[in-house]
T-cell receptor
Framework: GDSVTQMEGPVTLSEEAFLTINCTYT??????LFWYVQYPGEGLQLLLK?????DKGSNKGFEATYRKETTSFHLEKGSVQVSDSAVYFC??????????FGKGNQVVVIP | GAGVSQSPSNKVTEKGKDVELRCDPI?????LYWYRQSLGQGLEFLIY????????KSGLPSDRFSAERTGGSVSTLTIQRTQQEDSAVYLC??????????????FGQGTRLTVV
């Protein structure tokens, strides 16, 4: 079935470093793709989205491009801040309006 | 409030007991979802309500799980005869008319259920 795979394990990096979190998907047709973020003590919130191939979603300095040829939607940010420490989930919309989520990546930014 | 509200925020229950988890969606949102987040796992879809349509229950893991949505607003997720593997964070989300292209789902902060 439709699914999302995120890279394994937490990500620890220094402030101002470049962040990449890999996300690949398996889907029939052309799903919409999302990145959600969960800051400490808060609920999940939408970070960015892309609804068709080659679309680029962007928000708060984060970007992700919908790549149909590689079935990927990698999240990137050029210079992370301590406040970006959170758990990041890749998701796709499939079937009867259901979101399928990856396992999430804990990102820790060290000052 | 302005967001999705879930209660209780934490629930500890004994194995075999029944529990009810409540979700108050954002006013005017016709779509409501329940997900489960287990330790080290992604979010697992449980059930989806859309307006007056029959709910999509395909994600419920067993017949011990059920959910209702009264009056198109508040929803209750019920777990009967709880087991230790039911321990997880249960998340509720709502959106305007489903998560069709461009529509955003808003999540509550979840209920952390611990079965001892």
């Amino acid at each position: 079935g439709d699914s999302v795979t995120q890279m394994e394990g937490p990500v620890t990096l220094s402030e101002e470093a470049f962040l990449t979190i890999n996300c690949t998907y398996t889907a029939t047709g052309y799903p919409s793709l999302f990145w959600y973020v969960q800051y400490p003590g808060e609920g999940l919130q939408l970070l960015l989205k892309a609804t068709k191939a080659d679309d680029k979603g962007s928000n708060k300095g984060f970007e992700a491009t919908y790549r149909k040829e590689t079935t990927s939607f990698h999240l990137e940010k050029g210079s992370v801040q301590v406040s970006d420490s959170a758990v990041y989930f890749c998701a796709l919309l499939y079937g009867n309006n259901r979101l399928a989520f990856g396992k999430g990546n804990q990102v820790v930014v060290i000052p | 409030g302005a967001g999705v509200s879930q209660s209780p925020s934490n629930k500890v229950t004994e194995k075999g007991k029944d529990v009810e988890l409540r979700c108050d969606p954002i006013s005017g949102h016709t779509a409501l979802y329940w997900y489960r987040q287990s330790l080290g796992q992604g979010l697992e879809f449980l059930i989806y309500f859309q307006g007056n349509s029959a709910p999509d229950k395909s994600g419920l893991p067993s017949d011990r799980f059920s959910a209702e949505r009264t009056g198109g607003s508040v929803s209750t997720l019920t777990i009967q005869r709880t087991q230790q593997e039911d321990s997880a964070v249960y998340l509720c989300a709502s959106s305007l008319g489903g998560t069709g292209r461009g529509t955003q789902a808003f999540f509550g902060q979840g209920t952390r259920l611990t079965v001892v």
